[in-house]
């Protein structure tokens, strides 16, 4: 991992991080389609995450921070065609010359509000990253699909188990929601790293772990390069 956390993903963390933010409506109800993405985990009553860090939110416009505990339960490999059905029409056209060994990358987590306020909560800002984060791109992309996807390697798809505004669900006080993201191909031999926010990362496996019991078949999505665009304004 580069050890540094990208100022781009800080400030995109904290955009999206505001209560209120507008300009990204999500999916007004649940998506069939998402069922591939949400099916076919290993289940356990009472699994042990990968990986936890705390995410913050703000109801102030940043003068006060709430956390919120994420918690990552698996990473898997999911079929580029799966993804395409659920994306706007010009992102499905760039993303379909994505190509990479193995298909894109799925990280499944869980979010609690541990905070005092009703707070949104994203996975739009989390990005991966290596040692060599240069290392984690196929071989031969370049030109738009590099600059789109790999410049950071950024969700190309966002899902969730509430309902989406700006990419995120709202969190009330103690209450918890599934957050899935969709990432583009990494090599994969080599350790992949996940960081939110600018403030944590952690290197989690691939194909290993379980999720508890509850996430439903049918989420709610976002179109995460609007939502992008919206918080940098």
Known sequence: ??????????????????????????????VPAT???AANLPVRLHPAALASGRIYTT???????????????????VRLPTVLRLLPSADRRAAAGLRGD?????????????GASTGSVSLADT?????????LVPAGV??????T?????RPILVLASRPLDAC?????????????????????RVRVALVAQGLFGFYVPVGTGAVPPGLPLHLYTDDVTRCIVAALG
């Open 1 to 30: 991992m580069t050890g540094r956390p990208r100022i781009a993903t800080a400030l995109l963390g904290a955009a999206l991080g505001v209560l209120g933010l507008s300009g990204c409506a999500g999916a007004a109800s649940a």
């Open 35 to 37: 069922a591939p993405l």
């Open 59 to 77: 109801p102030d416009g940043g003068f006060y921070l709430d956390p919120s505990l994420l918690d990552v339960y698996y990473i898997r490999r």
């Open 102 to 114: 193995g298909g894109l990358l799925e990280v499944v987590t869980r979010v609690t509000n541990r």
């Open 127 to 135: 990005v991966l990253e290596s040692r060599l984060t240069r290392e």
């Open 142 to 147: 370049r030109g738009s699909v590099s600059r």
């Open 149 to 153: 996807f790999y410049e950071p390697i």
């Open 168 to 188: 995120a669900a709202s969190l009330a006080p103690g209450a918890s929601a599934w957050l899935l993201a969709v990432f583009p191909p990494v090599v994969p």
